[in-house]
């Protein structure tokens, strides 16, 4: 087997220049090909952290039946305390109590819907990016109330204040349905999270504030949970299911189970960087067969002299694909050379998209993506490189292992 | 005599000519079908935007892009009316007041959704747009009785059906609170989720009776015939109207889609390119080895008084050539396969696929056009691409001495 290696190594030196084309060809697709799969997991992942940092979190725990049907009236007594400590107390994660409901903001001439959630200002910075995402003036901290202003405070995404011409300082009113009906709320501060569409309708204010306005009491709608590692997220759910069995009903979900189709995009973008990988290693097996296709036919009196000197064709072919291997392993181990040291660096810098902020904005991405290589995505496109060789180096290696020994030797 | 020297040549290792047109053959095939399943996607799915609600150009008060609120709404005069209506270029004008509310259960008070309030004309809007085509056998809301039409998912986490009433509230046109029933007349569901899970649509009378607004709407649509015919439409418009007025053509009221399907082009441009750099090698390859397998014929053709340049274009027609055949052959697949998919668009079947499209408010279908351009731009592009891969053995073979280059072993 090593003659064989060291035969076919020989092969592919003498034919130098068409071998580097070849390899040059390998390497170009393969490098391509990563960057574009680390380009769109690092887009997929983008769109996941974005939403799991600003409101979804890792973990989300609710009154059983919220999720088919999140209403106000499904809500946690006690200001989930109970929930809260239990998660607390086997160091589960980063927990936050929320009560979340729908509403309208209006100025003194203009409406908009929001989402009006209420939080424990301490708690929330845990497990939300929003409280460091302001803009302009601050969070619902705890010096809130003593503020210059007898109106308890609100925090409006950029966007929403920009269509209600909102400032810091501004007087706000907000409706919920509902008895309690309306309150008037100042503008404490303007955040802006990444998503436009997450800044034109998520507002919040205190959570004690939001059990007043929506008439409450004690009750909290949701506790979020954020993981250290989001791997983790179906082992604490069962911990948390089987922890909280008892009254009242819960029901915990993870991020992929609230926002399915969230989760479903990476898988897709998987399925089309395979699409794209089919399309790359055919052009190139094109061109590792006509490589060695032309490398059999110059050596067809080689060939012809083996044979008859006793190497049985089914060595001959297993020479040939030898070559093919040898050639598509070493462009893809440069390709990978070149693709993992080059994602790495892009995945620290990112790759700025200004040019498509607002649809990336719309459809909730920010605009600076940080392409990634997650392990599993290596074996997939090696194991597509050694079946090109394969294919490839199969018609030139039936080639030469079917030739006469004696027509062989005479060709010229 | 050049060009049958280069066929010649090409004819002389059918094999290797073969594989590689079979290469070319295969990119040119699978550009054509790239670019025009994109370009037919893209047209469609921007038309379906566009006629959803948006409409291809948009009259409004000056401002009204920014903020979209009651106080930007303008008096639909008379004058106006039929300054509206005497546009050439017009297929027609439907009128809107809009407005964000709470939607309420009439039942449970406590139960209620954030809603995008729409006064529509709907005999209008039935005409020119395709937001009432899933409608169904439902009621359009009339004039006088207070009617809407509710998005699909807001009636169901509402929890309210055909027949039954819910509670509107809102700021009216003064800034007063407001609020009224309205029975439910219908629900619609157009797969955009900004519809089908806040629309409420009403008759614009009743929504100006609703908001006290007198005669005033948010903005007018317009319709050209085409949306490329949008510009001249806007034009027409601004002509006939004194200012204060803002006019915004579709390209303007749709940014985020175009963005999205700009940045989807960007993402098939990059894929194209990759896959002709990687056929171009294959094609270098071919080219350098039938060169370097005749450095000594080469010598005779130079020593028999031919020109380098002569030499040099002999192997730059051969790389043509052989990539022509392969066009040829992409094109003999490409276009009665697209004449075939044009006018039979393919519905995305599967689950994730048709999801995904689904999030960008899409519809999931695949639609391709055939355009000549297209064509004839990858033919183009492929061509460049044989030159430049031609360029270092076709400079090789010129550049040889024909006294060494005779002296070669074949």
């Given at each position: 087997?090593?003659?064989?290696?060291?035969?076919?190594?020989?092969?592919?030196?003498?034919?130098?220049?068409?071998?580097?084309?070849?390899?040059?060809?390998?390497v170009?697709?393969?490098?391509a090909?990563?960057?574009?799969?680390?380009?769109?997991v690092?887009?997929?992942?983008?769109?996941?952290?974005?939403?799991?940092?600003?409101?979804?979190?890792?973990?989300?725990?609710?009154?059983?039946?919220?999720h088919?049907?999140?209403?106000?009236?499904?809500?946690?007594?006690?200001?989930?305390?109970?929930?809260?400590?239990?998660?607390?107390?086997?160091?589960?994660g980063?927990?936050?109590?929320?009560?979340?409901?729908?509403?309208?903001?209006?100025?003194?001439?203009?409406?908009?819907?929001?989402?009006?959630?209420?939080?424990?200002?301490?708690?929330?910075?845990?497990v939300?990016?929003?409280?460091?995402?302001?803009?302009?003036?601050?969070?619902?901290?705890?010096?809130?109330?003593?503020?210059?202003?007898r109106?308890?405070?609100?925090?409006?995404?950029?966007?929403?204040?920009?269509?209600?011409?909102?400032?810091?300082?501004?007087?706000?009113?907000?409706?919920?349905?509902?008895?309690?009906?309306?309150?008037?709320?100042?503008?404490?501060?303007?955040?802006?999270?990444?998503?436009?569409?997450?800044?034109?309708?998520?507002?919040?204010?205190?959570?004690?504030?939001?059990?007043?306005?929506?008439?409450l009491?004690?009750?909290?709608?949701?506790?979020?949970?954020?993981?250290?590692?989001?791997?983790?997220?179906?082992?604490?759910?069962?911990?948390?299911?089987?922890?909280?069995?008892?009254?009242?009903?819960?029901?915990?979900?993870?991020?992929d189970?609230?926002?399915?189709?969230?989760?479903?995009m990476?898988?897709?973008?998987?399925?089309?960087?395979?699409?794209?990988?089919?399309?790359?290693?055919?052009?190139?097996?094109?061109?590792?067969?006509?490589?060695?296709?032309?490398?059999?036919?110059?050596?067809?009196r080689?060939?012809?002299?083996?044979?008859?000197?006793?190497?049985?064709?089914?060595?001959?072919l297993?020479?040939v694909?030898?070559?093919?291997?040898l050639?598509?392993?070493?462009?893809?181990?440069?390709?990978?050379?070149?693709?993992?040291?080059?994602?790495?660096?892009?995945?620290?810098?990112?790759?700025?998209?200004?040019?498509?902020?607002?649809?990336?904005?719309?459809?909730?991405?920010?605009?600076?993506?940080?392409?990634?290589?997650?392990?599993?995505?290596?074996?997939?496109?090696?194991?597509m490189?050694?079946?090109?060789?394969?294919?490839?180096?199969?018609?030139?290696?039936?080639?030469?292992?079917?030739?006469?020994?004696a027509?062989?030797?005479?060709?010229? | 005599?050049?060009g049958?020297?280069?066929?010649?040549?090409?004819?002389?290792?059918?094999?290797?000519?073969?594989?590689?047109?079979?290469?070319?053959?295969?990119?040119?095939?699978?550009?054509?079908?790239?670019?025009?399943?994109?370009?037919?996607?893209?047209?469609?799915?921007?038309?379906?935007?566009?006629?959803?609600?948006?409409?291809?150009?948009?009259l409004?008060?000056?401002?009204?892009?920014?903020?979209?609120?009651?106080?930007?709404?303008?008096?639909?005069?008379?004058?106006?009316r039929?300054?509206?209506?005497?546009?050439?270029?017009?297929?027609?004008?439907?009128?809107?007041?809009?407005?964000?509310?709470?939607?309420?259960?009439?039942?449970?008070?406590?139960?209620?959704?954030g809603?995008?309030?729409?006064?529509?004309?709907p005999?209008?809007?039935?005409?020119?747009?395709?937001?009432?085509?899933?409608?169904?056998?439902?009621?359009?809301?009339?004039?006088?009785a207070?009617?809407?039409?509710?998005?699909?998912?807001?009636?169901?986490?509402?929890?309210?059906?055909?027949?039954?009433?819910?509670?509107?509230?809102?700021?009216?046109?003064?800034?007063?609170?407001?609020?009224?029933?309205?029975?439910?007349?219908?629900?619609?569901?157009?797969?955009?989720?900004?519809?089908?899970?806040?629309?409420?649509?009403?008759?614009?009378?009743?929504?100006?009776?609703?908001?006290?607004?007198?005669?005033?709407?948010?903005?007018?649509?317009?319709?050209?015939?085409?949306?490329?015919?949008?510009?001249?439409?806007?034009?027409?418009?601004?002509?006939?109207?004194?200012?204060?007025?803002?006019?915004?053509?579709?390209?303007?009221?749709?940014?985020?889609?175009?963005?999205?399907?700009?940045?989807?082009?960007?993402?098939?441009?990059?894929?194209?390119?990759?896959?002709?750099?990687?056929?171009?090698?294959?094609?270098?390859?071919?080219?350098?080895m039938?060169?370097?397998?005749?450095?000594?014929?080469?010598?005779?053709?130079?020593?028999?008084?031919?020109?380098?340049?002569?030499?040099?274009?002999?192997?730059?027609?051969?790389?043509?050539?052989?990539?022509?055949?392969?066009?040829?052959?992409?094109?003999?697949?490409?276009?009665?396969?697209?004449?075939?998919?044009?006018?039979?668009?393919?519905p995305?079947?599967?689950?994730?696929?048709?999801?995904?499209?689904?999030?960008?408010?899409?519809?999931?279908?695949?639609?391709?056009?055939?355009?000549?351009?297209?064509?004839?731009?990858?033919?183009?592009?492929?061509?460049?691409?044989?030159?430049?891969?031609?360029?270092?053995?076709?400079?090789?073979?010129?550049?040889?001495?024909p006294?060494?280059?005779?002296?070669?072993?074949?």
């Open positions: 087997m090593s003659a064989l290696f060291r035969i076919a190594w020989r092969n592919l030196l003498r034919g130098w220049r068409r071998s580097a084309v070849v390899l040059a060809s390998i170009v697709g393969l490098t090909c990563f960057g574009i799969l680390a380009w769109t690092g887009l997929g992942h983008n769109g996941i952290d974005l939403a799991v940092r600003t409101h979804l979190a890792h973990l989300a725990i609710h009154a059983r039946g919220y088919a049907d999140s209403s106000t009236d499904r809500r946690i007594p006690g200001d989930g305390a109970a929930v809260l400590s239990a998660v607390e107390r086997e160091g589960l980063a927990a936050a109590p929320r009560l979340v409901g729908d509403g309208l903001v209006q100025t003194a001439r203009r409406n908009l819907s929001a989402v009006i959630v209420g939080v424990d200002a301490a708690r929330e910075s845990r939300s990016s929003v409280p460091d995402s302001l803009v302009e003036g601050a969070y619902l901290d705890a010096a809130a109330h003593r503020w210059a202003s109106l308890p405070p609100i925090v409006v995404g950029e966007e929403m204040a920009r269509r209600l011409g909102a400032e810091v300082g501004d007087k706000l009113v907000l409706r919920v349905p509902g008895d309690a009906g309306a309150g008037a709320f100042r503008v404490r501060g303007i955040y802006r999270s990444g998503s436009s569409a997450f800044d034109r309708s998520f507002v919040y204010v205190t959570l004690a504030d939001a059990q007043t306005l929506f008439a009491g004690n009750a909290v709608t949701e506790i979020a949970l954020l993981l250290s590692d989001a791997a983790d997220a179906p082992q604490v759910q069962k911990r948390l299911r089987g922890l909280l069995a008892a009254e009242p009903p819960l029901e915990v979900l993870r991020w189970e609230r926002q399915p189709r969230l989760a479903q990476i898988e897709l973008m998987d399925q089309f960087s395979w699409v794209f990988y089919a399309v790359v290693f055919a052009a190139m097996a094109f061109g590792i067969a006509n490589a060695l296709l032309m490398s059999v036919y110059e050596r067809i080689e060939f012809g002299l083996l044979r008859s000197m006793g190497l049985r064709g089914s060595r001959i297993l020479l694909l030898v070559e093919s291997f050639l598509t392993g070493l462009g893809t181990g440069i390709g990978l050379g070149l693709a993992v040291p080059l994602v790495a660096w892009l995945g620290e810098v990112g790759i700025g998209m200004g040019w498509f902020s607002q649809a990336l904005g719309e459809y909730g991405f920010s605009d600076r993506i940080y392409p990634e290589l997650r392990p599993g995505d290596f074996p997939e496109p090696i194991g490189a050694a079946a090109t060789a394969l294919l490839a180096g199969l018609w030139p290696a039936l080639r030469a292992a079917r030739l006469r020994p027509e062989a030797l005479r060709h010229v | 005599m050049l049958r020297l280069a066929w010649r040549n090409l004819g002389r290792n059918r094999r290797r000519t073969g594989l590689t047109a079979a290469a070319g053959a295969f990119a040119a095939l699978l550009m054509m079908l790239a670019l025009a399943l994109a370009r037919g996607s893209h047209e469609y799915w921007i038309d379906q935007s566009v006629r959803l609600y948006p409409g291809h150009v948009r409004a008060l000056a401002g009204y892009e920014e903020h979209g609120t009651l106080e930007y709404g303008m008096r639909l005069s008379p004058a106006l039929s300054a509206l209506d005497a546009l050439p270029g017009s297929v027609g004008w439907a009128p809107r007041l809009e407005t964000w509310g709470l939607a309420v259960q009439d039942a449970d008070g406590s139960l209620g959704r809603a995008w309030i729409v006064g529509v004309d005999e209008r809007e039935r005409e020119l747009t395709r937001l009432f085509d899933g409608l169904g056998s439902a009621e359009l809301p009339e004039p006088g207070p009617g809407a039409v509710l998005g699909a998912d807001l009636a169901r986490a509402l929890g309210v059906r055909t027949g039954e009433s819910i509670l509107l509230l809102t700021g009216d046109y003064y800034g007063s609170q407001a609020a009224e029933r309205f029975r439910v007349t219908g629900t619609l569901s157009v797969g955009d989720p900004r519809f089908d899970e806040r629309a409420v649509l009403t008759h614009v009378g009743d929504m100006q009776a609703f908001l006290d607004a007198g005669r005033t709407v948010s903005h007018v649509v317009l319709f050209a015939p085409t949306g490329e015919r949008a510009d001249d439409l806007a034009r027409e418009l601004s002509a006939s109207l004194p200012g204060g007025y803002e006019i915004l053509t579709w390209p303007e009221l749709v940014p985020d889609l175009l963005q999205m399907l700009l940045l989807d082009d960007a993402g098939n441009w990059l894929s194209l390119s990759i896959l002709v750099v990687v056929v171009g090698f294959g094609l270098l390859n071919t080219v350098l039938s060169v370097l397998e005749r450095r000594r014929e080469f010598g005779t053709l130079r020593a028999l008084g031919m020109r380098p340049r002569a030499v040099f274009g002999l192997v730059l027609i051969e790389s043509l050539l052989l990539t022509s055949a392969g066009i040829a052959a992409g094109l003999a697949i490409a276009v009665p396969l697209l004449l075939v998919l044009e006018r039979n668009p393919i995305l079947t599967g689950e994730q696929l048709a999801a995904a499209v689904e999030t960008y408010h899409l519809d999931p279908v695949l639609v391709f056009d055939l355009s000549a351009a297209q064509l004839l731009g990858t033919s183009a592009v492929l061509l460049v691409v044989a030159l430049m891969a031609a360029l270092p053995p076709a400079l090789r073979a010129a550049r040889g001495q006294r060494e280059a005779m002296r070669e072993p074949t």
